[in-house]
């Protein structure tokens, strides 16, 4: 059974930073696609980066300069870290990752807001 479980968001001044973390049970990133996506009040679920089966990182555009997606192998985690950050980054963020299927985490809420 896969079980995906963020950890890491809350409320943060524009300009600010937060680190998301992902664990995962039943899946192993490295070889699992993970990637980080985003849902804004009244938008669609938007990618916002991923790391691909050679490992390369890669980042949306919005996003790109700003937030770094690494994972550790050795805990099976995955994080996302988001600095400079805008109030149109306010969102709840997923963490995903694909075996037979992509799988989804429940989501947390990120607030940036002064």
């Known amino acids: 059974q896969v079980q995906l479980v963020e950890s890491g968001g809350g409320l943060v001044q524009p300009g600010g930073s937060l680190r998301l973390s992902c664990a995962a049970s039943g899946i192993i990133f490295n070889i699992n696609l993970p990637a980080w996506y985003r849902q804004a009040p009244g938008k669609e679920r938007e990618w916002v980066a991923g790391i691909s089966t050679d490992g390369v990182t890669h980042c949306a555009d919005p996003v790109k300069g700003r937030f770094t997606i690494t994972i550790d192998n050795a805990k099976n985690t995955v994080s996302l870290e988001m600095n400079s950050l805008k109030p149109e980054d306010t969102a709840v963020y997923f963490c995903?990752?694909?075996?037979?299927?992509?799988?989804w985490g429940q989501g947390t809420q990120v607030t940036v807001s002064s």
């Open positions: 995903s990752a694909f075996r037979d299927r992509r799988y």
